[in-house]
């Protein structure tokens, strides 16, 4: 962006199955309620981080194109804080503590949305790794979780 534009924040729009249920598991993540529900649409305006983030529902199959979604913090405190945020409000996590991913050491706690969209919130701890040998499916970041309805899926091995 060029230095005269004054950005108020990012916008992410993802595609949902359900909105009711996407709903009602991103008002658990944000900690805050929606700010426009409509038929098929809602909108939560995230203050910390900035995100305007919407639900759009759309009849689609399997997953898209999408690999996961982050929040960035300062310190593992802050990681292990919005885990246990998440985990009061009954959300499943996953953490991976001083794993090597995208060429960083990294602490993070991972949710998945009903469709299967994964969140971390991960620190930084030491970055710009030199390359190493990539995981068996190639894929480098993306775990695994327990299924909406339950069944357990084996966590990934670590990332690249």
């Known amino acids: ?39 098929g649409y809602a909108k939560f305006d995230v203050s910390n981080p900035p995100l305007n983030f919407t639900l759009n529902q759309i009849p689609f199959e399997g997953h898209g194109a999408l690999s996961h979604l982050g929040i960035q913090v300062t310190t593992t405190e802050d990681v292990n804080a919005v885990k246990a945020r998440w985990q009061a ?21 991972w949710v998945a949305d009903p469709d299967g969209n994964k969140w971390e919130v991960f620190v930084v ?18 775990p695994t979780f327990t299924a909406i309805d339950g069944s357990k899926k084996e966590p990934s091995i670590a990332c690249c």
Do not use: W
């Open 89 to 109: 409000a009954g959300l499943v996590t996953r953490e991976e503590m001083q794993t090597r991913c995208c060429y960083a050491l990294q602490d993070k706690a």
């Open 1 to 39: 962006m060029e230095n005269n534009v004054n950005a108020l924040k990012a916008h992410l729009a993802i595609n949902v199955r359900d909105t009711v249920a996407s709903i009602e598991f991103y008002k658990k993540m944000f900690g805050i309620e929606p700010s426009k529900v409509r038929t």
């Open 125 to 142: 701890l030491e970055d710009n790794l030199p390359e190493s040998t990539p995981r068996n499916d190639g894929a480098c970041c993306t």
